[in-house]
């Protein structure tokens, strides 16, 4: 299966927890960590991001990056 | 081992900027949508948008290209004089339900009848957002709002209006769809059918209308996630998705 890893830009992630609930490997969580506005940042807490892409679709806030990995 | 981004911030979305909106609010997944699509087709420079009254009339903060600030529900009628003066620009009009399908009703209809070569999108959150929850035209029977406590009574404020229907009635628009963004799929097709009204734009086909139905947690009273779901199983079943016009 495809790899992949996401990167979240945490000042603009407000919390909404749209994309945990969007991915299908659940591989996302709302961290404790406080941002500078006073949401919660969602973070990848574990491996097994396949890079589909499917949180950064769903994002309001378009905070989510994603990278596939391939082998080669 | 070698990585490729296959996604990120879109170019036009400004830089450095917050949303205002709510947490888990559609307006930023279609605000998005939009950014991606001036990307894709590389109209930044060229693109102008009626900004609307409502939750989105700060949304010249947020996408990188011109704007008017239209006059409640005016948008239609601005972005109408704008085209025509400017033929070669691509005009687009974002609004509300409580803009367009309440105090905009008459500007939408006339623009769309007379076939305007503008792309309206539509959001439908069936409430009125920034001014705190009150119904809107769209508000489902039985749904409670701050000025109907006790849920729509249809004996008082009549039947939700389904926009995508009404106009498809009209002879002269070219495509109408109504799309939701509630989960990543229907995303998928809401950024297609928001491409193709932009295409027919270009390509001078005439009127285009795009429905976009989103949600409004705050006002609802519900998760962002609740309330997506709440959208599927009460907006979608009145609202039905789907194609109503395309003269292809």
Known sequence: MAKGRIEVSEDYCKSCGLCVAACPVKVLRISDRINMKGHRPVEQYKEGCIGCGMCAISCPDAAIEVYRISEE | ?248
């Not at chain 2, 002269?172 to 059918?193: C, D, F, L, M």
């Not at chain 2, 270009?202 to 609802?220: A, H, Q, R, Y």
Request: hydrophobic share 35%; glycine share 8%.
């Open chain 2, 1 to 248: 081992m070698s990585e490729t981004k296959i996604y990120s911030r879109p170019e036009s979305w400004m830089k450095e900027v917050h949303t205002h909106y709510c947490p888990g609010c559609g307006h930023g997944i279609a605000h998005r949508l939009i950014c991606e699509l001036i990307d894709e087709f590389g109209i930044q420079d060229k693109t102008i948008s009626m900004a609307p009254v409502g939750c989105a009339a700060m949304m010249y903060d947020y996408i990188d290209i011109d704007y008017v600030e239209a006059p409640h529900g005016r948008a239609p009628a601005v972005a109408t004089g704008i085209k025509r003066v400017y033929p070669e620009k691509i005009v687009f009009t974002y609004q509300g339900d409580g803009d367009l399908a309440s105090i905009g009703m008459a500007e939408i209809i006339h623009a769309a009848n007379r076939g305007e070569n503008i792309t309206v999108i539509f959001i439908n959150n069936a409430i009125y957002g920034m001014t705190g929850g009150q119904m809107a035209p769209t508000t489902l029977i039985g749904q409670k709002a701050t000025t109907c406590p006790l849920g729509r009574d249809p004996q008082l404020a009549g039947y939700p209006i389904r926009m995508c229907e009404l106009l498809a009635s009209l002879e002269t628009p070219s495509y109408i769809e109504r799309v939701s963004v509630a989960r990543p799929k229907y995303t998928i097709k809401a950024k297609e059918a928001l491409k193709k009204g932009f295409r027919y734009q270009m390509d001078k086909k005439g009127f285009s209308f795009i429905e976009v139905l989103s949600s409004c947690p705050t006002n609802w009273g519900l998760t962002p996630i609740k309330s997506f779901e709440w959208q599927l199983e009460n907006m979608v079943p009145y609202y039905p998705l789907g194609i109503f016009k395309d003269f292809e």
